[in-house]
Nanobody, 126 residues
Framework: QVQLAESGGDSVQSGGSLKLSCVVS????????LGWFRQVPGVERELGAI?????????SYAESVKGRFTISKDYAKNTLFLQMNSLTPEDSAMYYC??????????????????WGQGTPVTVTS
């Protein structure tokens, strides 16, 4: 059974940092493309892409987070990370990790992903 479990969400002040984690189980971690997405609760909007990392470690970022967020993964711990720096209130959202097998044309396209976590909330106060 495939499971993705996010953690690390919290409430921080503007300008602060957070590191999100996503423990992945039930699939061969090294063979999967992984990504982070976010959605603002109560707002009718599609999941917004944040960052993706391919099975071989190539990273992609949405323009809104380039230079502030870093995606990485630890093969030994089967864990995906998202380091978030210089946070602003606009970064407040529910953050989800996702996984899909192999290489995909666009790691920031949510429709490529087959498995999703339950999300972890991030609140940034001004």
């Amino acid at each position: 059974q495939v499971q993705l479990a996010e953690s690390g969400g919290d409430s921080v002040q503007s300008g602060g940092s957070l590191k999100l984690s996503c423990v992945v189980s039930g699939l061969p971690f090294g063979d999967y493309c992984l990504g982070w997405f976010r959605q603002v609760p109560g707002v009718e909007r599609e999941l917004g892409a944040i960052a993706g990392i391919s099975d071989i470690g190539t990273t992609s970022y949405a323009e809104s987070v380039k230079g502030r967020f870093t995606i990485s993964k630890d093969y030994a711990k089967n864990t995906l990370f998202l380091q978030m720096n210089s946070l602003t209130p606009e970064d407040s959202a529910m953050y989800y990790c996702a996984a899909t097998f192999g290489e995909v044309p666009d790691p920031l396209e949510r429709t490529h992903y087959d498995y999703w976590g339950q999300g972890t909330p991030v609140t940034v106060t001004s």
